[in-house]
């Protein structure tokens, strides 16, 4: 029960939102010495259980590791470095004013019911995903589609309302479905190079390969996610060699025993989730950018993140990671210093500091983070009166009803700098500039001209010290050193095991 | 005994129904909309309201409760909110390890703990029967969780050879590796059972030793085996038999962290993702369950214990 890691909006609630999460795969891992066999079966140890099997049903991150690029393709995959290549569209043509997309399907592609794949599942696929009662997290994301036709059964074309620059991006995530597969809550139906082989919830799930795949087969010849509620058993489970690898190791303390141990390959990866000191910007004092800015000044991330994660994760000045293409170095922007600190505050008329209550979620880490910001705001004369809530209490308390003077909460979300354009989002950043250069980045003509505007936002926004942003997660993949060709990143929670052999 | 058997099931029925409501009442009390569960961000207050209104939540407590008894009377427990999958199987399947779990430990329990609470009584000034009282009190002492995981250190992690933890995918089907993942978590609980056994069945002995009338028939020549099973272990029997049915109730859902420790798919994990996610479907599914074993445990030991003592059949002990 120790770590869960839990993302933006509580327990149940948050795997859904972890969905959004973007990936990558085949990455790293040691060329193995022995030949590999192609009969191994890989033992992967999660602590991501699905809730049911359906991405748009509530299924949450867990489904996600299972079966993205697994079970499931979409028309576009997207890449280690986070690039967005084609996987089930052959080819795709954009109209000169943005609007219209047009995606041809690549031919001799058959779900593993043995269907083939028509413009029909592609158009049910998307519609599932946009629903009234779909639940999938990437429905907020997507641009408002007028129409969706299919001229004939290998081509696709959307109607946008406005030109949506992250629209391919976003297909990414959509899995591509057999239109006549029914509820998906227990069974799969994709065109994956793995096909469902059995699942003790609870337990485990079981992948075989596809033998009928269209595209490259598996390298090896299935993979069980074996699911576990507690980090230690899970890394009991990779000493005993009952599971080969573990997707994302949440435990600091446990690292020792793996990076001192010849048998183990310990990997650093790239992740998105980013631990938010997050202000209510339309309350006093923190309405206030100076108080800000100070409280911002008086915390040593530093100390804080060796004090959590030793050499792991890192700092980040603002909300984008250094995977988006939009990042710069703001590590310097409102950096550690308490005479700074001090002279904000004073400016800013609380030259005794003042008191403020911080909405802490009860699982880790964010207890241990609630006392550390205590002592450090103590230094600058800032008392904090640590509030403990319940994932349930913060999605109502705080996401809800903005009841709250500043909270702690990790953001799982890829591209989640968008969020700062919504001046109703629950932290209440209210910037029309940074509101126009979201919205004009959207509606960009060219990834460049994007991503210029989103490096404006984003510097915007850590001038404003919107929020503070402790650190960036560090996302640890720990693997017998027998396996080889598993993914590092946990860009997109997703867990590509088709590339991974078996020594 | 006819007349009491019907009379008792009938108590077990009404009271399975009372229990019934209560757990219905009580879980609606608790803090929290399980329509959060089902959103995602930026959810709307239509998509709230129609998210209460796809799980049932929007309409009143009466009717709610009426839907769930008239499932029940099915034997369906409803799908749960979060995974819109049917509870039913879901609670079938991890009761085929939470049974299995539950009642080996606690026939090592009671195989481990009859005879060394009868030698800790017996042989009380004997250093094995003091040693047995010590052992019996530092296992009431230690935590389960932290037995579990010293288990799992020496026999998986060192010696390796068990498993730490983890359940075979296809189950029993796989008999040897679905044996092999339950025999550290048996023990473990075996060892707490038999900690607090050991000082009842000690207690109930020396009570019994003491006592005038198995005194009486050493002396009209009983050998002190014969006294002790035609006159002691009957009269024993019947207050440990009662703590052995707590003992056997409260494991099955009591297993939970030993669950977690050994990545076991039973009841308590079940229900313990049930209260966080406010899936009631599944919480009152597990729990109706468990109140049913907890209820038929307690008719059972009743039983027993009427077969054991005489006295509680006739009318001397009314």
């Given at each position: 029960m120790k770590k869960q890691r839990i993302a933006l909006l509580g327990a149940a609630l948050a795997t859904a939102v972890a969905l959004a999460a973007c990936g990558s795969g085949g990455g790293s891992g040691s060329s193995a010495g022995a030949a590999p066999d192609a009969n191994a079966v890989v033992q992967v140890g999660s602590l991501y259980e699905p809730q049911n099997l359906d991405n748009t049903g509530g299924g949450g991150q867990g489904v996600t590791e299972a079966f993205n690029g697994n079970v499931y393709e979409g028309l576009f995959r997207l890449t280690d470095d986070g690039k967005v290549e084609p996987l089930l569209a052959a080819s795709n043509t954009?109209?000169?004013?943005g609007l219209t997309y047009?995606?041809?399907?690549?031919?001799?592609?058959?779900f593993h019911s043995g269907k083939a794949l028509t413009s029909a599942d592609v158009k049910y696929s998307i519609e599932k995903v946009l629903a009234p009662d779909s639940k999938s997290a990437r429905k907020s994301s997507f641009p408002e589609i007028k129409s969706i036709t299919t001229p004939d059964a290998r081509t696709v074309t959307v109607t946008l309302a406005a030109r949506s620059i992250s629209f391919v991006y976003n297909l990414s995530y959509v899995w591509i479905v057999n239109d006549q597969a029914g509820n998906l809550a227990a069974k799969e139906d994709g065109t994956g190079p793995y096909t469902l082989d059995g699942w003790k919830r609870g337990s485990s799930l079981t992948l075989k390969k596809n033998p009928s795949y269209w595209g490259t087969p598996a390298k090896n010849a299935g993979v069980v996610f074996h699911y576990f509620t507690d980090g230690s058993a899970l890394d009991n489970a990779l000493l005993t060699n009952a599971v080969d690898v573990v997707t994302s190791e949440q435990n600091p303390d446990a690292l020792a025993q793996f990076t001192d141990n010849p048998a183990y390959k310990v990997n650093d990866g790239h992740s998105n989730t980013k631990?938010?000191?997050?202000f209510n910007d339309k309350v006093a004092p923190f309405n206030d950018v100076k108080v800000r800015k100070a409280v911002s000044s008086a915390i040593d991330d530093k100390k804080l993140l060796q004090s959590i994660w030793g050499d792991h994760g890192s700092l980040i000045g603002s909300m984008v990671p250094p995977t988006d293409p939009w990042?710069?170095?703001?590590t310097g922007v409102n950096a550690y210093d308490v005479n700074a600190a001090k002279a904000l505050l004073a400016e800013a008329g609380h030259p005794n500091g003042f008191t403020f209550?911080?909405?802490?979620?009860n699982y880790d880490p964010h207890p241990t983070v609630a006392a550390f910001v205590k002592s450090e705001l103590a230094k600058v004369g800032i008392t904090v009166n640590i509030n403990v809530i319940t994932p349930d209490q913060w999605y109502t308390k705080v996401y809800q009803n903005k009841d709250f003077t500043a909270t702690l909460q990790e953001h799982v979300n890829d591209r989640d700098v968008v969020w700062y354009g919504d001046p109703n989002f629950y932290w209440g950043y209210d910037n029309p500039q940074v509101t126009a250069w979201i919205k004009q980045a959207e509606q960009a003509g060219s990834e460049a001209e994007q991503t210029e505007l989103l490096k404006k936002a984003n510097q915007q926004i850590a001038a404003d010290a919107a929020s503070d942003w402790l650190y960036l997660y560090p996302q640890i993949v720990v693997a017998s050193t027998k396996l080889s060709g598993y993914p590092v990143n946990g860009l997109n929670s997703q867990f590509y095991a088709y590339g991974i052999t078996k020594g | 005994m006819t007349r009491y058997l019907v009379r008792r099931a009938a108590l077990l029925v009404g009271t399975l129904l009372l229990a019934s409501v209560v757990l219905f009442l009580l879980l609606r009390l608790l803090p929290g909309d399980p329509a959060n569960a089902l959103?995602?961000?930026?959810?709307?207050?239509?998509?709230?309201?129609?998210?209460?209104?796809?799980?049932?939540?929007?309409?009143?407590?009466?009717?709610?409760?009426?839907h769930w008894l008239s499932q029940l009377a099915t034997l369906h427990f409803g799908d749960s909110f979060v995974s819109s999958l049917p509870v039913g199987p879901e609670i079938v399947s991890r009761l085929s390890v939470t049974v299995p779990l539950t009642l080996a430990a606690f026939v090592l329990?009671?195989?481990?703990?009859?005879?060394?609470?009868?030698?800790?009584?017996?042989?009380?000034?004997?250093?094995?029967?003091?040693?047995?009282?010590?052992?019996?009190?530092l296992g009431i002492a230690v935590p389960a969780f932290w037995l579990g995981l010293l288990l799992v250190w020496v026999f998986a992690l060192n010696l390796r050879v068990l498993p730490a933890g983890g359940f075979p995918p296809d189950g029993w089907s796989s008999f040897p590796d679905a044996f092999r993942a339950l025999v550290l978590p048996v023990v473990t609980v075996a060892v707490v059972m038999a900690a607090s056994l050991i000082r009842y069945v000690r207690s109930a002995t020396l009570d019994v030793l003491g006592s005038d009338h198995l005194r009486t028939a050493r002396a009209l020549g009983s050998s002190f085996p014969g006294a002790m099973w035609r006159h002691g272990v009957r009269n024993a029997a019947v207050p440990v038999v009662s703590v052995l049915g707590i003992e056997l109730a409260t494991t099955f859902l009591g297993a939970v962290v030993i669950e977690s420790v050994f990545a076991l798919p039973g009841l308590g994990s079940m229900l313990v993702r049930g209260i966080a996610q406010h899936d009631y479907p599944v919480i009152q599914g597990v729990l109706f369950v468990s109140t049913l074993a907890v209820l038929v445990v307690g008719f059972l030991a009743d039983i027993a214990q009427r077969l054991i003592d005489p006295r509680l059949r006739g009318g001397i002990a009314r």
């Open positions: 954009v109209s000169a004013d047009t995606f041809t399907l690549r031919d001799g592609v058959k631990l938010l000191l997050a990042y710069t170095d703001l209550t911080l909405d802490t979620p | 959103l995602s961000v930026g959810a709307t207050p239509d998509q709230v309201a129609a998210a209460r209104h796809q799980i049932g939540t929007d309409r009143p407590l009466p009717a709610q409760f009426g329990a009671v195989v481990v703990a009859v005879p060394v609470g009868f030698l800790a009584a017996h042989r009380a000034h004997t250093w094995y029967g003091a040693l047995a009282g010590l052992v019996s009190q």
